[in-house]
Nanobody
Framework: QVQLVESGGGLVQAGGSLRLACTAS????????MAWYRQAPGKQRELVAA????????NYADSVKGRFTISRDDAKNTLFLQMNNLKPEDTAVYYC????????????????WGQGTQVTVSS
């Protein structure tokens, strides 16, 4: 069973930095695309950043461009999100999302989510 475990959230003052990590384990054959989403109280979940297989292409929400950087370490099945110059409006629960082919189903890409990690930015 594939599991995604997130870490790195916390409380930070505006202008500060945090680095989120998400590591997958359990029967993984290959990880395709990876992404970070976030959901603030009373709002819909939104895409923050995405990275393609091999890391050749990245995409960012307009609100985080120039401040956040997404990266991946395929040897460790890990996704990162470096968040700089954080703002109070970045406060949310952050979720990682992986497209995974497993040893049990090698021809199917299945979608998996992390449990979420809270990021709180104080003004």
């Amino acid at each position: 069973q594939v599991q995604l475990v997130e870490s790195g959230g916390g409380l930070v003052q505006a202008g500060g930095s945090l680095r989120l990590a998400c590591t997958a384990s359990g029967g993984i054959l290959e990880i395709n695309g990876m992404a970070w989403y976030r959901q603030a109280p009373g709002k819909q979940r939104e895409l923050v950043a995405a990275i393609s297989s091999g890391g050749t292409t990245t995409n960012y929400a307009d609100s985080v461009k120039g401040r956040f950087t997404i990266s991946r370490d395929d040897a460790k099945n890990t996704l990162f999100l470096q968040m700089n110059n954080l703002k109070p409006e970045d406060t949310a629960v952050y979720y990682c999302n992986f497209g995974v082919a497993t040893r049990q189903a090698p021809s199917i890409i299945q979608n998996y989510w992390g449990q979420g990690t809270q990021v709180t930015v104080s003004s």
